[in-house]
């Protein structure tokens, strides 16, 4: 199995930007596909961006693309999410899961690993 462990959440302006890392240590990280989620209070966990283990395929929800990048260091065991041009409406708590296949990246892969999250403010 793999642990994550998501880091960079913080409080910032509208229009700023942010890059959320998720570290991985136990299994091969190279062996995962891997995605980015949030939850914001009282909403459900909704899809961001998902990427394939070797970086060939991403993909995106509707509501970031163009404003959020996914990406990784197979050779740090890093995932990244780069955010740019925040919203108020991107807070939230932000997970990074994996999942255990070598297929495309889509948002119904079988996330089966999570981490405890990260919170992201953004003020208006």
């Known amino acids: 199995q793999v642990q994550l462990v998501e880091s960079g959440g913080g409080l910032v302006q509208a229009g700023g930007s942010l890059r959320l890392s998720c570290a991985a240590s136990?299994?091969?990280?190279?062996?995962?596909?891997m995605g980015w989620f949030r939850q914001a209070p009282g909403k459900e966990r909704q899809f961001l961006a998902a990427?394939?283990?070797?970086?060939?395929?991403?993909y995106y929800a509707d509501s970031v693309k163009g404003r959020f990048t996914i990406s990784r260091a197979n050779a740090k065991n890093t995932l990244y999410l780069q955010m740019n041009s925040l919203k108020p409406e991107d807070t939230a708590v932000y997970y990074c899961a994996a999942a255990d296949t070598l297929g495309a990246a889509t948002p119904t892969l079988p996330w089966r690993y999570w981490g405890q999250g990260t919170q992201v403010t953004v003020s208006s």
């Open positions: 136990g299994r091969t990280f190279s062996s995962y596909a």
């Open positions: 990427i394939s283990w070797s970086a060939y395929t991403t």
